[in-house]
């Protein structure tokens, strides 16, 4: 039986966590849960933001299952996210997205994976306040970092039999950052992986291109600050954050995570879109039995994608998606169709 770490999170975290784990257990996933608490959950309990029992789980199990947790605007403690990737570096953000069944959107034959490098840009957190009212915000930039996160993004193509890899950036403005970028992203393309398709865009042209056709994109491989916004615009593409799955890895473990906010003015009412967090249990599935070689888990992770794609198709939605479900009732529908 395989190991991992449950974080629930807060606000509806607890809700969609729990079930998320009646449809693993019904599906007969087995895994051990070891369960810890991080963000106000963890600060209610009066312990820090992500505690040092959390972090000494996740090192000793190497993959964890996260629900949301609250993050302040513009003030108070540091991102429980950013600072899980920090810890253990998780450099690779993967979110793939793609036309749900039952989900009708504008857009049709979206199927794309979107590649994050996790660590650097902006969101370093390298912030100074150079004399009253002007503050500066450093983005970096590392050849290591652009390097292994190009590696890691046409590695994941190679695999899945993605025939592209797109990468947006800057470039024409910052010469320097989104050019190292580029260079490193097209001597790993040229130097290990010349069968795979390549191409660049610059990133507000990309965006134009993505609302007129996303069905012309395959892998896009982006820096933080972008790959955080244009996940999300995808995630818009295909009916929002909460039928989207999402990963972080690293070279020694990975967190898999409902990349949605934690929502705490519905917490605690059943009305919650378990579907993200399932999805994204899908994944851990699928990456424990590739680690482990635990064939099974492929088979419990299929059978639960084809059972909540037929709950969709079926008009078994949640009121996100149009429909009247709560959240126990939408994994009551995909418990039915296992």
Same mark, same amino acid.
């Given at each position: ?33 070891v ?48 600072q ?15 036309n ?42 590392t ?16 695999q $899945? ?9 800057? =470039?024409?403005?910052?010469? #320097? &950052? *989104? +050019? ?11 130097e ?59 070279d ?43 064939? $099974? ?9 084809? =059972?909540y794609?037929r709950? #969709? &198709? *079926? +008009? ?23």
């Amino acid at each position: 039986m395989s190991k991992a770490v449950l974080i629930p999170g807060d606000g509806i975290g607890p809700e969609i966590t729990a079930a998320t784990l009646r449809v693993l257990d019904a599906a007969g996933a087995r895994i051990d849960w070891v369960e810890r608490q991080a963000g106000l959950a963890a600060m209610e309990a009066g312990d820090e933001v992500l505690p040092q029992a959390t972090l000494d789980a996740i090192a000793e199990h190497k993959v964890a299952l996260k629900g949301p947790c609250t993050t302040p605007v513009g003030h108070g403690f540091q991102s429980v996210n950013v600072q899980l990737r920090k810890a253990f570096d998780l450099y690779a953000a993967v979110r793939p997205v793609r036309n749900m069944p039952g989900i009708e959107t504008p857009f049709r034959k979206v199927d794309i994976v979107v590649i994050r490098e996790n660590t650097e840009s902006l969101y370093s957190g390298v912030e100074n306040e150079i004399t009253p009212g002007v503050v500066m915000s450093m983005k970096v930039a590392t050849v290591k970092g652009c390097t292994r996160i190009a590696r890691w993004a046409f590695a994941y193509a190679r695999q $899945r039999g993605r025939r592209k890899v797109t990468v947006f950036h800057k =470039a024409n403005i910052m010469k #320097l &950052t *989104d +050019g190292m970028f580029l260079d490193c992203a097209r001597k790993v393309h040229d130097e290990e992986f010349p069968e795979i398709d390549y191409d660049t865009m610059i990133i507000d042209a990309a965006c134009m291109r993505l609302v007129q056709d996303p069905s012309r994109f395959d892998l896009l491989l982006l820096e933080n600050l972008y790959g955080d916004v244009i996940s999300d615009l995808c995630a818009g593409l295909v009916g929002g954050l909460g039928v989207v799955p999402g990963a972080n890895f690293g070279d020694d473990g990975a967190i898999f995570e409902a990349v949605h906010g934690s929502a705490p003015d519905i917490a605690g009412q059943n009305l919650a879109n378990p579907l993200a967090l399932l999805m994204s249990a899908v994944m851990l599935l699928n990456y424990l039995a590739e680690r482990d070689g635990a064939e $099974r888990h492929h088979a419990v992770a299929e059978r639960i994608k084809q =059972a909540y794609d037929r709950a #969709l &198709t *079926d +008009g078994q939605k949640t009121r996100d998606l149009g429909g009247e479900l709560g959240t126990d009732a939408f994994a009551d529908a995909v418990i039915a169709r296992l």
